[in-house]
């Protein structure tokens, strides 16, 4: 089975500044799908970005990116101009292509320091 | 965009009562929605997989006499917790995929249930 890994439980961040949160995954497939979730305190999963395997550039939305290692199987989330409201627990996901099931991370949480 | 409404959003029940928490696709069809566990400060866990008219298919561990799921349409999901005991007392998570999305998974806002 896949298995993700997300090896920082906690990370604080100033206002304003940048994070990057790590996550590193596990699998033989060569066609997948990866995700960084949001989950406030409010405890509804939010989507902030995805990846597909097969494509070589790094996905951005806005103020979050990542950097998409597929040899070294790796995917990070960097945080720009990082806020209030980006404080939360951050889940890595994998999700096979053809598959349904998402394998979560344990998660980071992030605070935000005004 | 796609909406998943869980109902309720938290329950307090005895011990050796059922509780079912409904999840529903409120602007788009569900043939697959899932059923997720998570435990304080920790991930989510895929308890099932259910598909509409069909048997949910569980994941190894999870007892499916005890957490009853039911999938009677494209838009409605339920998860029954029966004779629920204190240790299932966690947060419950559906996800439901959006066919015609190009990506199209979406999660409910949860229930945390409570067994006293």
């Known amino acids: 089975a896949q298995t993700v890994t997300q090896s920082q439980p906690e990370m604080s961040v100033q206002e304003a500044e940048t994070v990057t949160l790590s996550c590193t995954y596990d699998t033989s497939e060569s066609d997948y799908y990866l995700f960084w979730y949001k989950q406030p305190p409010s405890r509804q999963m939010i989507l902030v970005i995805r990846q597909e395997a097969y494509k070589q550039q790094n996905a951005t939305e806005n103020r979050f990116s990542v950097n998409f290692q597929k040899a070294a199987k790796s995917f990070s989330l960097k945080i720009s101009d990082s806020q209030l409201g980006d404080a939360a627990m951050y889940f890595c996901?994998?999700?096979?292509?053809?598959?349904?099931?998402?394998?979560f991370g344990t998660g980071t949480s992030l605070t935000v320091i005004p | 965009g796609a909406v998943v409404s869980q109902h309720p959003s938290w329950v307090i029940c005895k011990s050796g009562t059922s509780v079912k928490i409904e999840c529903r696709s409120l602007?788009?069809?569900?043939?697959?929605m899932f059923w997720y566990r998570q435990f304080p400060k920790q991930s989510l866990m895929l308890m099932a997989t259910?598909?509409?008219?069909?048997?949910?298919?569980?994941e190894q561990g999870v007892e499916k006499d005890k957490f009853l799921i039911n999938h009677a349409s494209l838009t409605l999901s339920t998860l029954t917790v029966t004779s629920a005991h204190p240790e299932d007392s966690s947060f419950y998570i559906c996800?439901?995929?959006?066919?015609?999305?190009?990506?199209?998974?979406?999660f409910g806002s949860g229930t945390r249930l409570t067994v006293v």
């Open positions: 602007d788009f069809q569900a043939t697959t």
């Open positions: 259910s598909n509409e008219g069909s048997k949910a298919t569980y």
């Open positions: 996800s439901a995929r959006d066919l015609q999305a190009n990506y199209g998974y979406t």
């Open positions: 996901a994998y999700r096979s292509a053809p598959g349904n099931q998402f394998y």
